[in-house]
């Protein structure tokens, strides 16, 4: 199994970024997605996850602010996020929705994500 987070960034408050997840190594297509992330000091919390249809549910913090996403034809998984805030500074994490917010031995490096003016 292999998770690959990309997009991550420097961004000022209000703006935007596109995170992606390349995964590989098991049936994507066939399982809900998660994802997580980790603010310094703090413990994982989840984001936002996407089922192996497309739909998707979000944090409340997430909400109208990110939208999830994914394309099974690619094995790849997307969230994109408007309207930053300071405190969505973190590193993003992609993950297979069973995993919850246990961090798993094969989960990727993740992708830091700075807000700040």
């Known amino acids: 199994v292999q998770y690959v987070e990309s997009g991550g960034g420097l961004v000022q408050p209000g703006g935007s970024l596109r995170l992606s997840c390349a995964v590989s190594?098991?049936?994507?297509?066939?399982?809900?997605m998660n994802w997580v992330r980790q603010a310094p000091g703090k413990n994982l919390e989840w984001v936002a996850g996407v089922n192996s249809g497309g739909g998707a549910s979000y944090g409340r913090f997430a909400e109208g602010r990110f939208t999830a996403s994914r394309d099974n034809t690619r094995n790849m998984l997307y969230l994109q996020m408007n309207n930053l805030r300071p405190e969505d500074t973190a590193v993003y994490y992609c993950?297979?929705?069973?995993?919850?917010?246990?961090?798993?031995?094969?989960w990727g490096q993740g992708t830091q994500v700075t807000v700040s003016s």
């Open positions: 190594g098991f049936a994507f297509s066939g399982y809900a």
């Open positions: 993950a297979k929705a069973r995993d919850g917010t246990t961090r798993e031995p094969d």
